[in-house]
């Protein structure tokens, strides 16, 4: 089954506390992207990637960092992570980044920062 | 950069209704349009998408027009069943980008 997995779905942390959210896909596409959710603000960009080594910043970057060393796997790390940072994040994956293709959407990961 | 404005922020309609749901974007430079539901602990499902050569797009129940004049574009669900009840999202891309900029989101809820 065509699927975007993110992990762990929910996680209740302290402040400080360095963190990996995972996030893995089976299509074998080239973009991937992390959105956190907040309430009345929609879906905003955390960062993204093109490709392999291939990564850029989106529109809420501060305090988050990612990697993608392969092309299934784009995790997204919190080094230090802080209250405000408490949301629901989604990873998502497309086939191309050439052309807008539809984006396709893990089931989305609550952390709480504390 | 793009701006989306989705409205309303909640909806609620009696099954068999018709739901209307509004956005508008800023850049005349986007040209792809995607709808998303979201079901409770769920992530966003794409459900229809229109591009900018295109005015109205359909599919079963679900349709979305674009006005690239006027910078909106809406969905709509015609006949709704309680199964549709859940937050629907717009958002605009830019050509050869795959970055998406999306609406607040509307909660719309179908009462039996």
């Known amino acids: 089954e065509a699927q975007v997995t993110q992990n762990p779905r929910y996680l209740i942390t302290v402040t400080g506390k360095k963190l990996t959210v995972t996030c893995s896909q089976n299509?074998?596409?080239?973009?991937m992207s992390w959105y956190r959710q907040d309430p009345g603000l929609g879906l905003r960009q955390i960062y993204y990637?093109?490709?392999?080594?291939?990564?850029d910043k989106g529109d809420v970057p501060e305090g988050y960092k990612v990697s993608r060393k392969e092309k299934r796997n784009f995790p997204l790390i919190l080094e230090s992570p802080s209250p405000n940072q408490t949301s629901l994040y989604f990873c998502?994956?497309?086939?191309?980044?050439?052309?807008?293709?539809?984006?396709?959407f893990g089931d989305g990961t609550r952390l709480s920062i504390l | 950069g793009e701006n989306v404005e989705q409205h309303p922020s909640t909806l609620s309609v009696q099954e068999g209704d018709s739901a209307v749901i509004k956005c508008t974007y800023s850049?005349?430079?986007?040209?792809?349009f995607p709808w998303y539901k979201q079901e409770l602990g769920k992530g966003p499902q794409l459900i229809i998408d229109?591009?900018?050569?295109?005015g109205e797009k359909k599919d079963q129940r679900i349709a979305v027009t674009l006005n690239k004049t006027a910078k909106h574009f809406s969905l709509h669900i015609t006949e709704t069943q309680p199964e549709d009840s859940a937050v629907y999202f717009c958002?605009?891309?830019?050509?050869?980008?795959?970055?998406?900029?999306f609406g607040t989101g509307t909660r719309l809820l179908v009462s039996p």
């Open positions: 998502a994956s497309s086939f191309s980044y050439r052309e807008n293709q539809p984006q396709h």
């Open positions: 299509m074998n596409h080239e973009y």
């Open positions: 990637s093109m490709n392999v080594e291939v990564t």
């Open positions: 850049d005349s430079a986007s040209n792809y």
């Open positions: 229109i591009r900018s050569n295109v």
């Open positions: 958002a605009a891309s830019y050509p050869g980008f795959q970055k998406l900029v």
